[in-house]
């Protein structure tokens, strides 16, 4: 009864839905994408469904990523969307992996199960070459999805004869040249058709469904709700993973072939001297008559900011643009002995390069700069827990 | 027009006529960087001859950049 529906369909019938049953499906990321496709495919009475993460639930987390709610905030990603799975149907085998997805790992869980289709739902770079790869090394299909801001991307690779994730994209990008989630931003519905579509395709490839999207690439944009599908060429016979004589014949380390790690996390730099840098206790109590400079974008500032503080976002300090206005700024404060000037960002990277920036254009006047350590992500944690962190 | 435009000329009017910031991120080499997808009327540019592909009149080009997150 509780699949009546999908099994009077042509396309699934009884035969189809023994076939779920006896299907194992991996998914990577129980985030944005990895939380709907779940959601779908333990719905539809996938057999078993494993779920690979190793993060923790986040409160920013929350408006896409729709298995965790607030009680599960800390928790790990997996062991929350396991409860919610399987309290909505406790015939699936359901096992959550607590862990980050490396070639190790990877190699290890795909050669030791066999999986009928392994789910992308990963946030970077290097996790998606790496699921390629382990995917052609294995002859397993990959559906391969991915969101940012209003826009997702959906295609399955390696599936019959069509193209690989390095047939299509033989060469990483230059990293930066990658967004992700936490610096562009997402909207929850944007990922959630994605990852919806991603469950589509997997039942599509479970139940022998033509149709699936191998070769083509989906384009959604949400901006104005269009779809298009686009022609992606063949698999190319000289890939370096497919290919007739491949020359990746075992994992590599992607972090390196990638140049960027396997998460979407910050990577904090330090390219500032000890003595242009300032303690977020430190500067609380000069804040109310320094000047302080908050160089984040303006939407962020927007959403909040400390009072008194004057938004210059670095991409305009990056690129020199109203450097005039910031003239003006620093010579209206200008006294006979040096003048201070604070710059802070959300976590303290983006402060670091502007302090770097400005000390050269304006070394021709008695002003320094100053980096507030760890930005407002250290000011809420050490000084202000009120202040949100976001 | 003048001459046959090949898609190639595209790529080098566009950085020298539209790029204004790090035409890096956008050409490498005579071609696009790494994680740009070319398509010619919703088909990928290396169906059809990728750089060398002459431009009719009324085609679309579209340059798509891959997304990773999630
Ligand atoms: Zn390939």
Redesign the pocket.
């Known amino acids: 009864m509780r699949y009546s529906r999908q099994m009077i369909m042509p396309n699934v019938r009884v035969n189809g839905q023994i076939f779920f049953k006896q299907s194992k499906v991996i998914i990577i990321g129980a985030g944005g994408l990895g939380c709907p496709a779940a959601l779908y495919l333990v719905c539809a009475g996938i057999g078993e469904i494993t779920i690979v993460d190793y993060d923790k639930v986040e409160l920013s987390n929350l408006h896409r990523q729709i298995l965790h709610s607030e009680e599960d905030l800390n928790q790990a990603k997996v062991d929350s969307a396991y409860n919610k799975l399987k309290s909505i149907n406790s015939d699936v085998k359901i096992i959550p992996i607590h862990l980050h997805a490396n070639s190790i790992t990877i190699q290890q869980l795909i050669t030791q199960n066999k999986y009928d289709v392994v789910v992308d739902g990963s946030d970077n770079v290097a996790t998606r070459y790496l699921l390629n790869d382990v995917c052609?090394m294995n002859n397993i299909p990959l559906v391969s999805g991915s969101a940012l801001q209003m826009e997702g991307q959906l295609t399955v690779y390696?599936y019959k004869g069509g193209?690989?994730?390095?047939?299509v994209f033989p060469d990483p990008p230059p990293p930066q040249a990658v967004t992700n989630c936490g610096d562009g931003g997402v909207l929850g519905p944007v990922c959630g058709t994605i990852g919806t579509l991603q469950a589509l395709e997997t039942i599509k490839i479970i139940s022998g469904s033509a149709g699936v999207l191998s070769g083509q690439l989906l384009l959604f944009d949400g901006s104005s709700t269009t779809f298009r599908n686009v022609k992606l060429r063949g698999?190319?016979p000289k890939?370096?993973?497919?290919?007739e004589n491949p020359t990746v014949t075992k994992l590599i380390d992607y972090e390196q072939f990638c140049q960027s790690s396997a998460h979407d996390k910050v990577i904090n730099i330090d390219i500032l001297e000890a003595d242009e840098q300032v303690e977020a206790k430190e500067f609380s109590k000069i804040v109310s008559n320094a000047l302080v400079l908050d160089v984040r974008p303006e939407v962020e500032y927007q959403m909040c900011s400390i009072p008194g503080t004057i938004n210059f976002p670095y991409s305009d300090i990056e690129k020199g643009h109203r450097m005039e206005k910031l003239n003006d700024l620093l010579n209206d404060k200008l006294t006979e002995v040096e003048y201070n000037v604070y710059v802070l960002c959300r976590r303290g990277n983006d402060s670091q390069r502007a302090v770097s920036c400005l000390k050269n254009r304006f070394s021709h006047i008695p002003v320094k700069f100053y980096n507030i350590k760890g930005g407002l992500h250290a000011y809420s944690r050490l000084v202000d827990p009120q202040f949100p962190v976001y | 027009m003048q001459k046959d435009w090949i898609l190639g000329d595209l790529l080098i009017w566009l950085r020298d006529n539209l790029l204004k910031e790090r035409p890096e991120l956008f050409l490498q080499d005579n071609s696009v960087r790494p994680g740009i997808l070319v398509l010619v009327n919703d088909s990928d540019w290396e169906l059809m001859d990728t750089v060398n592909y002459p431009i009719q009149s009324k085609d679309t080009i579209t340059f798509i950049s891959t997304l990773h997150g999630g």
């Open positions: 052609v390696h193209p690989c994730y390095r047939c698999r190319n890939c370096a993973i497919c290919g």
